[in-house]
């Protein structure tokens, strides 16, 4: 499983990001948002830059509750991120219920979300944090599905599991360069 490192020994092999967050860690370990924020406060202090994964499950997400979700695991980490640490940090949308699971968000709906985030860390953090923020989709991400993603005004680039392990990847990556 990822999140069994600690800063010093990914320091020591020369990593320089580290993810923090992702579903599983969250499902299987029962890290809290309060645990995320803990670790990315930590692996900010020891010079490692962050992917800091958010989403959602499916019954959230049917129930109305996306917003709500992602934005309380947000607000987690904006409470421990100061302001000059943002340039280290980049946000990961990874709605659980598309991980993995043939189900794919809607251009649209990763859109929204990506928006969504945005939009709460400008009027949380700032608007400069808002603007240079880096958000990454992360929730089956596909060589069909990759280009229309990709220009979706709010999304950055793609957290990509499985998907990276097969041919296709490259038409994935091709994407970033519209």
């Not at 580290?18 to 370990?29: A, F, K, N, P």
């Not at 029962?30 to 670790?39: P, Q, R, W």
């Not at 100061?82 to 809607?106: C, H, L, M, S």
């Amino acid at each position: 499983f990822t999140g069994e490192q600690s800063v010093a020994m990914l320091k020591d092999f020369g990593i320089q990001w580290t993810l923090i967050g992702h579903s599983e860690r969250r499902q299987y370990w029962n890290e809290t948002d309060a645990i995320v924020a803990e670790k990315t406060q930590a692996a900010l202090a020891g010079g490692l830059k962050v992917i800091a994964c958010i989403g959602e499950h499916l019954k959230e997400r049917e129930a109305g509750r996306t917003s709500e979700v992602v934005l309380t695991q947000l607000k987690a980490i904006i409470d421990v991120v100061k302001v000059d640490q943002w340039k280290d940090v980049v946000i990961a949308y990874e709605p659980v219920w598309a991980i993995g699971t043939g189900k794919v968000a809607t251009t649209e709906q990763a859109q929204e979300v990506h928006a969504i985030i945005r939009e709460f860390i400008e009027k949380n953090v700032s608007a400069e944090v808002a603007a240079g923020l880096r958000v990454l989709y992360g929730g089956s991400v596909t060589a069909e599905n990759s280009n229309a993603l990709y220009s979706c005004k709010d999304i950055n680039g793609f957290l990509v599991g499985g998907a990276s392990l097969k041919p296709d990847f490259l038409k994935i990556v091709s994407a970033s360069k519209l």
